[in-house]
């Protein structure tokens, strides 16, 4: 029998909101039917409009607060969707805060039936703005002159952007001042429906320890028109930039970066701390773009790995080695592993860079190389995994509980994922003994955890 939904299209309604999507959207529920809504938080009463409808659930659109949360920041109307990517520019820090620490409890409870488990109150940031040190930006024209910001939520409409509140303002200048040099060189942007033009996204990567800048012009061609005037400029108008990159992606595709990459002025890398530790940053590195609070994350896997010096560590998903020479200050011996080939390349840079000489680093998938370390007899005392967002392979999981570490940590950001992998390390004889939210993107949804497993013995 068809079910009969409980509103339509185009329907004016008055509601609760009584969550938060993973995107920041309200939550409300009309008879058990899930509606959600941009812009709206939890204990708020208001009127939405339903623009779309399906089996399962609804989008409303925000029309009138009748009641608004003592978490809700009012924002000028010149103000609103000019930063993107801020789901939650319209919360209070604490209010943010609150949301993330209940989001992890939440799914701990629902998806990983842990229900006993020690959750930390999240660590925020003392100033939870302008912290990113890294920003990719597309290019496009209007009004003949260059723009360069974010993409409008669901399109592919570029919004120009003379500031992001969530970067580094070293890194604000940088895109506008690069994007002024190229529309006065009138370079022309590139056209994502005609594959034709130049100038794709313009990339900047700064180093808050260090002060060093790179810039990178992504393009679809070989060649930029006037390219040695806009390196002179660039030098010119901004004296904190190391190093200059070109890099051509001629495909059709939505991937920021291509293959090709080429240094036209100064250094092929920038270098930053976390910490005592020294990274060389590259066009292509992965590097964690908010440094203050990943020194705080990496602070607590440390503390949870508990090392005291003779023992082995094994760090799945390693990227350029980050946890990987934290723990080797304090382990015996560490082994990375990580599936992209160019980031082991970083890995062991770093490690030299460092001279620390007690890790190892191998390209691979972390599912097939830890299993054949562990046919090997390289068994780990402690074993410490920083997935992507799908988290952990089930390969993995099942060589891990085969393996049976004293000691796991877990670095996340995806919650769901955490909790699923859990429940299934819990099912396998691990005890979930605390769990560390840490604020990683204040002003958005996302949320890093870092959770301690031990072995339980039977």
């Given at each position: 029998?068809?079910?009969t939904?409980p509103?339509?299209k185009?329907?004016y309604?008055?509601?609760?909101f009584?969550?938060?999507?993973?995107?920041?959207a309200g939550?409300?529920?009309?008879e058990?039917?899930p509606?959600?809504?941009?812009?709206?938080?939890?204990?708020?009463?208001?009127?939405?409009?339903?623009?779309k409808?399906?089996k399962?659930y609804g989008?409303g659109?925000?029309?009138?607060?009748?009641e608004?949360?003592t978490y809700?920041?009012?924002?000028p109307?010149?103000e609103?969707?000019?930063y993107?990517?801020?789901?939650?520019e319209?919360i209070?820090?604490?209010?943010?805060?609150?949301?993330?620490?209940?989001?992890?409890?939440?799914?701990l409870s629902?998806?990983?039936?842990?229900?006993?488990v020690v959750v930390?109150p999240?660590?925020?940031?003392d100033?939870?703005?302008h912290?990113?040190?890294?920003?990719q930006?597309p290019?496009g024209?209007?009004?003949?002159k260059?723009?360069a910001?974010?993409?409008?939520?669901?399109?592919?409409?570029?919004v120009d952007?003379?500031?992001?509140?969530?970067?580094l303002?070293?890194?604000n200048e940088?895109?506008?001042?690069?994007?002024?040099?190229?529309s006065?060189?009138s370079?022309?942007a590139y056209h994502e429906?005609?594959?034709?033009?130049?100038?794709?996204?313009i990339?900047?990567?700064?180093?808050?320890?260090?002060?060093?800048?790179?810039?990178?012009?992504i393009?679809?061609t070989a060649?930029i028109?006037?390219k040695?005037?806009?390196?002179?400029?660039?030098?010119?108008?901004l004296?904190?930039?190391?190093?200059?990159?070109?890099?051509?992606?001629s495909?059709r595709t939505?991937v920021?970066?291509?293959?090709k990459?080429?240094?036209?002025w100064?250094?092929?890398?920038?270098?930053d701390?976390?910490g005592?530790?020294?990274?060389?940053i590259?066009?292509?590195s992965?590097?964690?773009v908010?440094p203050?609070?990943?020194?705080v994350?990496?602070?607590?896997?440390?503390?949870?790995?508990?090392?005291?010096?003779?023992e082995?560590?094994?760090?799945a998903?390693?990227?350029?080695?980050t946890?990987?020479?934290?723990?080797?200050?304090?382990a015996?011996?560490?082994f990375?592993v990580e599936?992209v080939?160019?980031?082991i390349?970083?890995?062991?840079r770093?490690?030299?860079?460092?001279?620390i000489?007690?890790?190892e680093?191998?390209?691979?998938?972390?599912?097939?190389v830890?299993?054949n370390w562990y046919?090997?007899?390289n068994?780990?005392d402690?074993?410490?995994?920083d997935p992507?967002r799908?988290?952990c392979d089930?390969?993995?999981?099942?060589?891990?509980l085969?393996?049976?570490?004293?000691?796991i940590?877990y670095?996340?950001c995806?919650?769901?994922?955490?909790?699923r992998?859990?429940?299934?390390?819990?099912?396998?004889?691990?005890?979930?003994?605390?769990?560390?939210?840490?604020?990683m993107f204040p002003?958005?949804?996302?949320?890093?955890?870092?959770v301690?497993?031990?072995r339980?013995?039977k």
């Amino acid at each position: 029998m068809k079910r009969t939904l409980p509103v339509n299209k185009n329907d004016y309604i008055d509601v609760v909101f009584e969550d938060l999507t993973h995107d920041g959207a309200g939550v409300a529920k009309v008879e058990g039917y899930p509606l959600f809504v941009p812009n709206g938080l939890p204990g708020e009463k208001a009127k939405v409009k339903v623009i779309k409808v399906n089996k399962s659930y609804g989008i409303g659109r925000l029309i009138e607060l009748y009641e608004k949360s003592t978490y809700r920041v009012d924002i000028p109307a010149t103000e609103k969707n000019k930063y993107g990517g801020c789901q939650l520019e319209h919360i209070s820090y604490e209010g943010q805060l609150k949301y993330k620490e209940n989001q992890v409890r939440q799914v701990l409870s629902r998806i990983g039936k842990l229900e006993d488990v020690v959750v930390h109150p999240i660590i925020g940031m003392d100033h939870p703005w302008h912290y990113r040190n890294k920003a990719q930006v597309p290019v496009g024209e209007k009004d003949g002159k260059l723009i360069a910001g974010f993409f409008k939520p669901r399109s592919h409409e570029i919004v120009d952007m003379d500031e992001s509140v969530i970067q580094l303002p070293e890194v604000n200048e940088a895109i506008q001042t690069v994007k002024e040099i190229c529309s006065e060189l009138s370079i022309p942007a590139y056209h994502e429906e005609s594959h034709q033009g130049v100038l794709r996204h313009i990339m900047a990567r700064f180093g808050k320890q260090t002060g060093e800048l790179m810039v990178v012009i992504i393009t679809k061609t070989a060649d930029i028109p006037h390219k040695n005037k806009l390196v002179e400029e660039i030098i010119s108008r901004l004296p904190k930039v190391k190093s200059i990159v070109h890099n051509v992606n001629s495909k059709r595709t939505n991937v920021i970066l291509g293959e090709k990459t080429k240094v036209l002025w100064g250094n092929e890398f920038i270098y930053d701390y976390i910490g005592d530790v020294k990274f060389a940053i590259s066009a292509l590195s992965f590097y964690q773009v908010n440094p203050v609070q990943t020194k705080v994350l990496y602070d607590k896997a440390l503390e949870y790995a508990d090392l005291s010096g003779t023992e082995s560590v094994i760090d799945a998903y390693c990227g350029i080695g980050t946890i990987s020479l934290f723990l080797a200050q304090k382990a015996k011996k560490v082994f990375g592993v990580e599936v992209v080939p160019e980031a082991i390349e970083d890995a062991k840079r770093n490690a030299k860079l460092n001279g620390i000489e007690n890790v190892e680093f191998t390209a691979g998938e972390a599912e097939i190389v830890i299993p054949n370390w562990y046919k090997q007899g390289n068994a780990a005392d402690v074993l410490v995994v920083d997935p992507p967002r799908k988290g952990c392979d089930e390969a993995l999981l099942r060589t891990i509980l085969e393996m049976k570490p004293k000691r796991i940590v877990y670095v996340s950001c995806n919650p769901s994922t955490l909790a699923r992998d859990l429940r299934i390390l819990e099912d396998g004889g691990y005890k979930t003994l605390e769990v560390q939210p840490v604020d990683m993107f204040p002003q958005t949804m996302h949320v890093e955890t870092v959770v301690l497993m031990s072995r339980v013995e039977k």
